[in-house]
């Protein structure tokens, strides 16, 4: 139990696009979603909690409009990066957490992306 | 600022070693979880401590939570090649859904 998948799991834009990223809770319903940043060799940064049905809440210096995120269902989240750059360049991982849980978190499997 | 200073922050190691693993915070959590990542994948967790004081066995894996619930440790029994990956603990706290990551530990075992 507890699946999170993440899709894509890799890709490569050119810098000005947009790009989607889809985080889905397999087999459990998730009202809190969140999107993290990993730069190499280093910890989890979160960047913002998507709550279900509500905007999301962003950390602070994460600049919103940038990083547009959607929670439309109690499955579903999705992080739009807003013309990208190379800075944007990097790991991106979603978790999910369980309605019932103590703050336990389930991460998907993580996207690489790569702004040429 | 990090709340949750890992230490070591490198362990390089043989297989068949033993090694202690610490998570410290001058913060007092509601939970506390720990997480293995390995390259290009999402963390995974392991376990979750929520009592003062718990110890929590998983195979040749020994997690225990600091009897003030500001501290958490993770032991490695005759560490494997399996176990190498990033280590990182992770606090809930009651007011928030958030988790504070700590700085994470990153395990080499050679064979």
């Known amino acids: 139990g507890a699946v999170v998948s993440q899709h894509p799991s890799r890709v490569i834009c050119k810098s000005g696009t947009s790009v989607k990223i889809e985080c889905r809770s397999l087999?459990?319903?998730?009202?809190?979603m969140f999107w993290y940043r990993q730069f190499p060799k280093q910890s989890l940064m979160l960047m913002a909690t998507?709550?279900?049905?509500?905007?999301?809440?962003?950390e602070q210096g994460v600049e919103k409009d940038k990083f547009l995120i959607n929670h439309a269902s109690l499955t579903l989240s999705t992080l739009t990066v807003t013309s990208a750059h190379p800075e944007d360049s990097s790991f991106y991982i979603c978790?999910?957490?369980?309605?019932?849980?103590?703050?336990?978190?389930?991460f998907g499997p993580g996207t690489r992306l790569t702004v040429l | 600022t990090q709340l949750l200073e890992q230490s070591p922050q490198f362990l390089s190691i043989q297989e068949g070693e033993n090694l202690t693993v610490y998570c410290n915070s001058s913060?007092?959590?509601?939970?506390l979880q720990w997480y293995r990542q390995e390259p290009g994948e999402g963390p995974v967790l392991l376990v979750t401590?929520?009592?003062?004081?718990e110890v929590k066995k998983l195979k040749r894996l020994t997690f225990q939570f600091g009897d003030a619930r500001k501290d958490s440790s993770l032991h490695i029994t005759a560490a494997q090649t399996g176990d190498t990956g990033l280590y990182l603990c992770?606090?809930?706290?009651?007011?928030?859904?958030?988790?504070?990551f700590g700085t994470g530990t990153r395990l080499q075992v050679f064979p």
């Open positions: 401590v929520v009592t003062g004081g």
């Open positions: 087999d459990f319903q998730a009202t809190t």
């Open positions: 998507s709550n279900e049905g509500s905007k999301a809440t962003y």
């Open positions: 978790s999910a957490r369980a309605q019932i849980s103590y703050n336990e978190q389930f």
């Open positions: 913060s007092v959590f509601s939970s």
């Open positions: 992770a606090g809930g706290r009651y007011n928030t859904d958030k988790l504070i």
